[in-house]
């Protein structure tokens, strides 16, 4: 899936949400920032971490532009590391954010708008200094030009102006939006004299000009990239980049699919990996290099909202049209059996779309939902009055009876009856339909559910592409079933409206790849979107949550609240790790002395 580089780590001074700031250095969204004035580094980076070495890492297959925040194109690995926002996040909190390219921040109590004060030597990798007009441009390129999600994403941001030598004010539609001030300090900022007589809605190999740690080295299109860190990089003596970005050069080689990474990294091609799945976690790592302690493997705890991964249904089909139909079919899924025999029993099944998180709903509404969801009774299904939802569980064994029976009475219900061992409506059309994915490593759990299906007289395909003809696919809406992880982050704002919007139901490129039109979900994302207090966040996420949930838009899968990594063992890290994030480019480094230990014991320089 193409990333969008939004926001991610950072900090400085302190300042809650809950009144207008003046020249503030640091926002929280609900309660005080951690981090006071004066501090000096952050608490999960290593101060004194040794700079050099380079970090070799892996994607999976290729990528033909280094312009990320297009529709067009499947962007390179790491881009990321070449851009700073006005403001980052940092991984130890849940939601604050603190200066970045941005020294100060200031909007009035009602949030009608926020500027923001440049800091004087933050500067581009060519030395030209960060300036409001770049600022500008930026919002513009984006909102106009961009992906289609920042339409969305700045969708009540009116203008924005040049206020001051080294200030950028952003005027907003309408005031009340709690989270608006943080989000236009998520804005990437990039320099308008590099794309003078260029196309910025065009895919592009050119090396691309920013003001963060590291800069483009070299590339070989499709196959690799090289980031080398900027020489006098202006933000090297911030406190908030104290410890971090101590890599010399990070490299990304792309492999055709997870196997041919996997012996790579094993191998000793590569240092570390993310491993995602659940049985090679298992068994592919009874190997010498791990059994002889040069490869390292952990589990580390996180407290991340694990969203919602789960086949997603095309509401557009009209086969899916039918919630009688979407739900019909999450009862053919026997996630207890596949779990058990497909990934020794490891995960824990999702039900929320907020799962892992408190913004998660269980049991029935409150009394403060109920005020949310009453004007929309007739709007919304009963069940959501009446019922606390849950997927259809089975007892392991394969003999899922009950559930495919309840299948069969839904689909009736449909209008879908069985003649000569198929599904047919009532003009004789056959149920069928095709799994889409670019992960081969989803087979292994869609056949046994194909089969289930086959006995309800659905035929199915599963077709398997590469990343870049999957994100086509999925930026024209042309699947019928894919799987599909909807990351949450702690205080959801903006985003839904991308993610289920009526507006975006249409608009290629959008993340509602359900094609979610719900006036309902609409009103909903609204009042979301207004919420004062984490209170009233919370009240709201619920009763979105279980709207969703009845709308049967997804087959929920599974999550695992820990990272699962491996690694070679020559790495330096601190001895905390943060509970938002995994910071592997951002907080490690090359440890000499084991660097040198693993090459004599390998006989294998890196």
Known sequence: ?????????????????????????????????????????????????????????????????????????????????????????????????????AESVSFPEDRSSVTFNLRPEARFADGRPVTPEDVIWSFGMLKTKGHPFYRSYYHDVAKAEKTGSRSVTFTFSKPG????????????????????????????????????????????????????????????????????????????????????????????????????????????????????????????????????????????????????????????????????????????????????????????????????????????????????????????????????????????????????????????TPFTFEFLVDNPAFERWIQPFRRNLEKLGIKTDLRIVDSAQYQNRLNDFDFDVIVHVYGQSLSPGNEQRDFWASSKAGVKGSRNLAGVKSKAVDVLIEKLVQARTREELLTCVHALDRVLQWGFYVIPQWHLGTFRIAYWDIFGMPPQNPPYGLPVVDSWWIDPAKAAKLSAQTGRAR
């Open 1 to 101: 899936m193409k990333t969008l580089f939004l926001a991610l780590t950072f900090l400085l001074f302190p300042l809650s949400l809950s009144a207008g700031a003046q020249n503030a250095q640091g926002l929280a969204l609900q309660g005080e920032p951690k981090y006071k004035p004066g501090f000096t580094h952050l608490d999960y980076v290593n101060p004194d971490a040794p700079k050099g070495g380079a970090l070799r890492l892996a994607a999976i297959g290729s990528f033909d532009s280094l312009q990320p925040y297009i529709l067009k194109g499947d962007p390179a690995q790491g881009l990321g590391l070449v851009y700073e926002t006005l403001m980052e996040r940092s991984l130890d909190e849940p939601n604050s954010a603190y200066g970045l390219l």
């Open 177 to 428: 939006n709690m989270e608006l001030p943080q989000i236009m300090g998520q804005l990437p900022v990039l320099p308008e004299h590099a794309w003078e007589g260029k196309k910025f809605a065009e895919t592009t190999l050119e090396k691309p000009l920013g003001s963060g740690p590291y800069q483009v080295e070299s590339l070989d299109p499709g196959h690799s990239i090289t980031y080398v860190r900027v020489k006098n990089w202006w933000g090297a003596t911030l406190p908030l980049n104290r410890g971090r970005y101590n890599f010399e050069r990070v490299r990304y080689d792309y492999y055709r699919d997870a196997t041919v990474a996997q012996e790579a990294f094993l191998s000793g091609r590569y240092d570390f990996k993310a491993e995602n799945i659940a049985k090679a976690w298992f068994t592919a790592y009874k190997v010498p290099p791990v059994e002889k302690g040069w490869i390292v493997k952990r589990e580390v705890t996180n407290a991340l909202p694990a969203g919602m991964q789960a086949f997603v249904y095309n509401t557009r089909r009209a086969i899916f049209s039918d919630p009688r139909v979407r739900e019909a079919l999450a009862h053919a899924f026997d996630y207890e059996w596949a779990n058990k025999n497909l990934a020794f029993g490891a995960y824990k099944r999702t039900r929320s779309y907020f799962e892992n998180s408190d913004l998660a709903a269980s049991g029935l509404p409150s009394s403060e939902e109920l005020e949310l969801l009453e004007p929309l009774r007739g709007q919304i299904p009963g069940r959501v009055f009446t019922e606390s939802y849950a997927p259809p569980k089975t007892d392991g064994s394969g003999n899922n009876r009950a559930n495919m029976h309840k299948a069969l009475e839904l689909l009736k219900e449909a209008g879908w009856v069985m003649k000569d061992h198929k599904l047919v409506n009532a003009r004789g």
